[in-house]
């Protein structure tokens, strides 16, 4: 990655600029999930032989360097030094520099680019899924904590099993476990293939009559079609 030069007539930002991590200022590593995310998939492609580290050191130096990712970030640095006085002054690094709030945000941007030059995933791939995932969320989960459903007794040729014991089984929502990419569509290159995932618990006396012990329950892990409401 290219680092900004640190010659002493410059006032240069003290942490190197746009290169802050939020581990600088002794915070967590990964604030969100998809910070991790970005990083995971950043590493096992290059693990995978994908691109060399240079390459992605390129690709990251770039957007680190580049003045035009937000457009309202501040218009002065922190510190009061009028611009025309800072010889390498940068509106965006200045918006940055203090604690490397949007340090992942370089990592999605040069990710996204490498992904398209190298023919990975072009940038109508990516466009595709990610309106994929804005209609799902636009739309919402159809079940929420204290839903009653019940479990369709259906069967799916793919990887998706549903167990027979619980089919036909009625249970409540326990929490939506978020969005996730369902491997039987998915695996057929169906960009909408996203379903919601709930937690649903179910009392061990539906499943195996009263011969059960009523104090018992399990929870389950179900798609969204393999549910309907009660």
């Not at 360097?65 to 690094?93: C, G, M, T, V, W």
């Not at 200045?94 to 999605?108: R, T």
Request: hydrophobic share 40%.
């Amino acid at each position: 990655m290219r680092r900004l030069l640190g010659v002493p007539d410059l006032d240069m930002p003290a942490r190197r600029g746009g290169g802050a991590q939020p581990g600088d200022v002794q915070g967590p590593v990964f604030e969100a999930a998809w910070q991790a995310h970005a990083f995971a998939i950043v590493m096992n492609l290059y693990h995978n032989g994908h691109y060399t580290w240079p390459d992605w050191d390129d690709y990251l130096g770039h957007e680190i360097q580049s003045p035009d990712h937000f457009a309202d970030a501040p218009s002065e640095p922190a510190r009061a030094i009028p611009k025309a006085d800072r010889a390498n002054y940068n509106q965006f690094l200045a918006a940055c520099e203090a604690d490397g709030g949007n340090y992942y945000h370089y990592w999605l941007a040069g990710l996204e680019k490498m992904l398209d030059v190298k023919g990975l995933v072009g940038g109508q791939e990516l466009a595709a899924r990610i309106a994929a995932i804005a209609k799902v969320e636009a739309d919402g989960p159809r079940f929420r904590a204290g839903d009653r459903v019940t479990v369709l007794d259906i069967e799916l040729l793919g990887h998706s099993h549903l167990p027979n014991y619980i089919r036909g089984v009625a249970g409540c929502v326990e929490s939506d476990r978020g969005v996730k990419v369902f491997p039987d569509s998915h695996g057929h290159g169906k960009t909408e293939a996203l379903q919601h995932v709930y937690t649903v618990r179910f009392q061990a006396t539906d499943i195996w009559d009263e011969s059960a012990d009523p104090r018992q329950s399990l929870n389950f892990s179900l798609w969204d079609y393999q549910l309907a409401a009660s």
